[in-house]
């Protein structure tokens, strides 16, 4: 009879393996390994639809492509160029901030270190993480809505919050799984918007049990 912890690891072979076949492409991967517009995208992406962010940020990358030029920019183009993103006008004044502690303090390069990034305006955890995991390649779990929905569901934790999730996740999950765990979940969660979607989609794919 399988222990406890080989079921629930037998549980997380089987979830990676379903969400890959069942893996659409998240469109905020489209600037994959790039340190710069990885930050600034998913800064942006808070409280915002992927797609809104997506065109935000094409709209700001073609005006700023890097951070030397990003810091040439006024706020209050920032903010017309980002508009209609939740939180627009906080947002703008962080990524001026953001872009003249970089230019000022780390020579112009992004960290790659969570400490670093965290003492910058507007990243939290999950953006650090994502900018860590995504542009960096280094082992982290980002824990955005979709990431925190979906566990709960699946019973692999139960908590209240994401910082939470993203602790226990780190339990559980093998680290080789970390990069895709955040890029798989979002493609789930974007596809079965709704409780009742999601939870068919796992329960037809045996992966609620």
Do not use: C
């Not at 076949?21 to 340190?35: A, H, S």
């Not at 001026?96 to 990034?117: M, R, S």
């Not at 765990?181 to 045996?206: C, D, T």
């Amino acid at each position: 009879m399988l222990s406890k912890s080989n079921l629930k690891e037998n549980k997380i072979q089987r979830v990676f393996s379903v969400f890959k076949k069942n893996y659409q492409e998240v469109p905020l991967e489209i600037f994959g390994n790039n340190p710069y517009k990885t930050l600034v995208s998913t800064l942006l992406s808070s409280r915002t639809n992927d797609d809104t962010t997506l065109a935000a940020s094409k709209r700001l990358f073609s005006k700023a492509p890097n951070l030397q030029s990003l810091g040439k920019l006024e706020e209050l183009e920032i903010k017309n160029l980002i508009y209609p993103v939740g939180f627009y006008k906080t947002k703008a004044k962080h990524l001026k901030t953001l872009a003249e502690i970089i230019l000022d303090k780390y020579k112009g390069i992004v960290p790659d270190q969570k400490e670093n990034l965290l003492k910058l305006p507007g990243v939290g955890n999950k953006t650090a993480n994502l900018v860590l995991n995504r542009a960096f390649g280094k082992p982290a779990i980002a824990v955005d809505t979709h990431v925190h929905r979906i566990s709960n569901l699946l019973g692999l934790v139960n908590t209240k919050n994401p910082n939470q999730t993203e602790k226990e996740l780190i339990k559980i999950i093998p680290q080789k799984k970390w990069k895709d765990l955040n890029r798989l979940f979002v493609s789930i969660g974007r596809q079965y918007k709704s409780k009742k979607k999601l939870l068919e989609f796992l329960q037809k794919n045996n992966l609620t049990n």
